[in-house]
């Protein structure tokens, strides 16, 4: 691995993180793509051990974020939800929907669906790997299972030529 990747995955890994509670406040409270993800800056470029009483007001977002990436994924995700959708219902066994998921699993599954399908400088197991991570992150049980095997459906549809030779893919013929 390069010194430039060593150093780009905890900020991209932050901005994932990021971008995935920031699509979950927007449909929650109904804010624009703009309006939270400027609040979000705000309190970014705030959060700095001056201006913080506790530590815990570090917190989020952390300083690592790649604010630009998270842009993209966050702009992404809200400029095609319905295309993204109509790939995870795809995934999905024969009637269920993501509008049935819980909210913050359905928003994993669509900011790793758009990863997927829209970033080709990312390889597929990774985007996988990393989204597995953030659903361990809200979930103990079935859920981060779940967001594996959707999203190696996904990349098998989107980008079958990177997923030869992937872990899932040893033993099938």
């Known amino acids: 691995m390069s010194i430039a990747k060593f ?4 900020a991209r890994r932050a901005a994932r993180l990021v971008a995935v509670q920031s699509l979950y406040e927007m449909e929650l409270s109904g804010k624009p ?3 939270v993800l400027n609040e979000v800056a705000r309190r970014r470029d705030y959060n700095n051990y001056e201006n913080c009483e ?3 007001q570090l917190a989020w977002p952390p300083a690592e974020t790649d604010m630009a990436f998270c842009s993209d994924l ?3 995700v809200n400029a095609n939800y319905d295309d993204i959708d109509v790939l995870i219902r795809g995934a999905m066994a024969a009637g269920r929907a993501p509008r049935q998921l819980e909210t913050i699993l359905r928003t994993i599954l669509r900011v790793g669906t758009y990863e997927l399908g829209q970033r080709l ?3 597929p197991p990774v985007t996988i790997s990393e989204f597995v991570g953030l659903a361990e992150r809200f979930f103990s049980e079935r ?3 779940l967001v594996n095997g959707l999203l190696d459906r996904i990349a098998r549809d989107l980008r079958p030529d990177e997923m030869i030779g992937t872990h899932s893919d040893v033993g099938q013929g």
């Open 54 to 56: 506790t530590e815990d």
């Open 121 to 123: 400088d990312i390889d």
């Open 74 to 76: 966050v702009r992404g």
């Open 7 to 10: 150093y780009m995955a905890p």
């Open 143 to 145: 859920e981060p299972a």
């Open 33 to 35: 793509a703009d309006q």
